[in-house]
């Protein structure tokens, strides 16, 4: 069964500080993981997948298979960044079928930066 | 960028009644729709997929009988909560799969809350 785990429900620093939102997987195989971001009032978006290997907003996560991690990470956190983020996890996209590409999601992590 | 939009943002109904909630991608097809369940201050539970012209699968658990969903066409997908009770009060969010290339993306809509009086 594939499971994904956010160990922090919480998170708070300041404005600068470096930050690093946890996440841990379980799948037997080669899955996709993600990072989706929830701002006040707002829908849940992409922030990044790590088959991109992008930086967006100053954020990176590292896909680690051997500790089955792919933590979130940003050098200096801003205000802006306060917001609700979920990690999930799909079978690779070239999976094929109808239903490939469902998520599932970790409890979510609460980051607060305070000025 | 594409945009998925949900109808109605937020409903009351009577226990016993049925309510039908819409999901809509609006500038591109998807044949592939999600529907999640959240509850307050939990994560996203996927209930089904939504299939265009095919029927849905559900997750373990989730009752076809009391959810029930179609994907008429290329850009809506329903889900009727059918003779809906107080422990159906929730907020359900719909995501629609988009097609990039060699993968795909998915794009939430902005989720409806259903509260069953």
């Known amino acids: 069964a594939q499971r994904v785990t956010q160990p922090e429900k919480l998170l708070s620093v300041f404005k600068g500080a470096p930050v690093e939102l946890k996440c841990n997987y379980s799948?037997?195989?080669?899955?996709?993981l993600f990072w989706y971001v929830q701002y006040s009032r707002q829908r849940l978006q992409l922030l990044l997948r790590?088959?991109s290997r992008e930086s967006i907003k100053g954020f990176t996560a590292d896909l680690n298979k051997g500790e089955t991690s792919f933590h979130l990470k940003k050098p200096f956190a801003q205000e802006e960044d306060s917001a609700m983020y979920y990690c999930?996890?799909?079978?690779?996209?070239?999976?094929?079928?109808?239903?490939?590409?469902?998520?599932?999601f970790g409890q979510g992590t609460i980051l607060t930066v305070h000025p | 960028g594409a945009v998925v939009s949900q109808h109605p943002s937020r409903v009351i109904c009577k226990s016993g009644t049925s309510v039908k909630i819409e999901c809509r991608s609006l500038d591109f097809q998807a044949t592939t729709m999600f529907w999640y369940r959240q509850f307050p201050k939990q994560s996203l539970m996927l209930m089904a997929t939504?299939?265009?012209?095919?029927?849905?699968?559900?997750e373990q658990g989730v009752e076809k009988d009391k959810f029930l969903i179609n994907h008429a066409s290329l850009t809506l997908s329903t889900l009727t909560v059918t003779s809906a009770h107080p422990e159906d009060s929730s907020f359900y969010i719909c995501s629609a799969r988009a097609e990039r290339g060699w993968t795909y993306e998915q794009y939430f809509g902005p989720g409806t809350r259903l509260t069953v009086t």
């Open positions: 999930a996890l799909s079978g690779p996209s070239n999976a094929g079928g109808t239903s490939y590409g469902k998520l599932t």
């Open positions: 939504s299939n265009e012209g095919s029927k849905a699968t559900y």
């Open positions: 790590h088959i």
């Open positions: 799948y037997s195989g080669s899955p996709e």
